[in-house]
């Protein structure tokens, strides 16, 4: 298994402002992903954050809105730009060690961002 | 886009009882994966079952999995108050992505 945290827990920000997510992890992972949660929903994968490259963005999520950084294979970051209350979301980060797809990924704590 | 519909989307039981939960998806996958989230917090990963299993136990958990009907249940048996959580299933649809479920609330009344 791998142990995940995250930094900030939880934070109250202020509309049009940019908040970044760090994710580090307790051992060297070959695959770093970033979810958002909406209130009451399910997850939904932002992007996979690549080591020395730049992030693969899922569908309506973009590199502008949702800059994110990956320098080495333990740590990655997330930034949230410019936010709106729609942003209110946890946002949390997940690791997997190897490329195989039967492995299953590990979770970090979760980011719980309220915009006001 | 989420690829799995779960049912019930909310259910209230009992401790002692038993809870099964399930979860429907649409393309091809190579496995499926079940987890726990407790209050908004981290998941934690329960189970994994591959395109190939039918059924897998772990504890007082058991998933099984038809690739026929494109479907997947989870068991708890014998419920306890600390179960309660959401549960999500997650499909390996290509690539090493998840795709969640929307969910199943689970709470068990001791």
């Known amino acids: 298994s791998a142990v995940i945290s995250q930094k900030p827990s939880r934070d109250i920000c202020q509309r049009g402002t940019s908040l970044t997510i760090q994710c580090q992890v307790d051992?060297?992972?070959?695959?770093m992903f970033w979810y958002r949660q909406q209130p009451g929903q399910s997850l939904t994968l932002i992007a996979t954050?690549?080591?020395?490259?730049?992030?693969?963005?899922e569908s309506g999520f973009v590199i502008d809105k949702f800059p994110i950084s990956r320098p080495n294979l333990t740590f990655s970051t997330l930034t949230v730009s410019n936010m709106s209350p729609e942003d209110s979301s946890i946002y949390l980060c997940?690791?997997?060690?190897?490329?195989?797809?039967?492995?299953?990924?590990?979770f970090g704590p979760g980011t719980r961002l309220t915009v006001l | 886009s989420q690829q799995g519909e779960e049912d019930p989307q909310a259910l209230s039981i009992q401790e002692g009882e038993n809870a099964t939960m399930n979860c429907s998806y649409k393309t091809s996958i190579n496995n499926l994966q079940w987890y726990r989230q407790n209050s908004g917090r981290g998941l934690v990963h329960l189970i994994l079952i591959r395109s190939n299993e039918r059924e897998k136990h772990s504890g007082r958990l058991r998933v099984t999995l038809d690739t026929s009907k494109k479907s997947s249940s989870l068991l708890i048996t014998a419920s306890r108050a600390a179960d309660t959580a959401s549960y999500f299933c997650a499909t390996v649809v290509y690539g090493n992505k998840l795709v969640f479920g929307a969910g199943t609330i689970l709470r068990v009344k001791s």
């Open positions: 954050a690549n080591q020395g490259s730049e992030a693969t963005y």
């Open positions: 997940s690791a997997q060690r190897a490329l195989t797809s039967y492995n299953e990924q590990f």
């Open positions: 051992s060297q992972v070959t695959m």
